[in-house]
């Protein structure tokens, strides 16, 4: 009895023992398979976020388009109008729309939202920042989304020149001139 009670403990221990190893070899990854699975994560990210920019892109343009026909169609209404009757142009709201009218609009949520960015910040709101940076120093340097000692050097820059405290960390006010620069370049 002994005997038999040891051999089915043998048994149950050496399935149990199969099972882990055949869990082990189908589970865990390899270095290179792990590298190409975080690449493939890395690019579904980023894909995401270009797929997120092109609606916001196409969000803009049909709202662009949108004033382009409203505006053709007053100058069409105008000219049918017979010449007796002066026309009195309606008062209508103008909405600027600037050339960086997306980036304006980041940073304008960013005060919205409160957020405040320094050294070890990460995200799209500090690829916001970065973008603003390219388009002010006039560079191309790579938005990594990342408030590492560079971005940070290139907003104390900006803050220095346009009489704010330059210590290289973004919030409101910062964000603010950067609107405001954006703003009078078109």
Same mark, same amino acid.
């Given at each position: 009895m002994e005997k038999l009670k040891f051999?089915?403990?043998?048994?149950?221990?050496?399935?149990l023992v199969g099972l882990i190893v055949y869990w082990s070899i189908n589970t865990?990854?390899?270095?290179?398979?792990?590298?190409i699975s975080q690449k493939i994560e890395l690019l579904e990210s980023e894909?995401?976020?270009l797929k997120e920019e092109a609606e916001d892109l196409k969000n803009e343009l049909s709202f662009l388009q949108s004033q382009i026909d409203e505006?053709?169609?007053?100058?069409?209404?105008?000219?049918?109008? /017979? #010449? &007796? $009757? +002066?026309?009195? /142009? #309606? &008062? $209508? +709201?103008?909405?600027?729309v600037y050339k960086n009218q997306t980036l304006?609009?980041?940073?304008?949520?960013?005060i919205t939202d409160g957020i405040f960015l320094k050294v070890g910040s990460q995200g799209t709101r500090v690829g916001t920042v970065q973008k603003f940076l390219n388009i002010y120093n006039k560079t191309s340097n790579k938005v990594d989304n990342d408030?590492?000692?560079?971005?940070?050097?290139?907003?104390?820059?900006?803050?220095?020149?346009?009489?704010?405290t330059a210590d290289g960390e973004a919030g409101a006010n910062t964000f603010r001139k950067m609107?405001?620069?954006?703003k009078k370049q078109g």
């Open positions: 051999a089915l403990f043998s048994i149950i221990v050496l399935a865990i990854e390899t270095g290179p398979e792990h590298k894909n995401k976020k505006a053709e169609k007053n100058a069409q209404e105008a000219v049918a109008q /017979p #010449a &007796e $009757k +002066p026309s009195v /142009p #309606a &008062e $209508k +709201p103008t909405t600027t304006i609009n980041e940073l304008q949520k960013l408030y590492g000692a560079s971005t940070k050097t290139a907003v104390a820059a900006f803050q220095k020149a346009q009489g704010l609107i405001d620069w954006l």
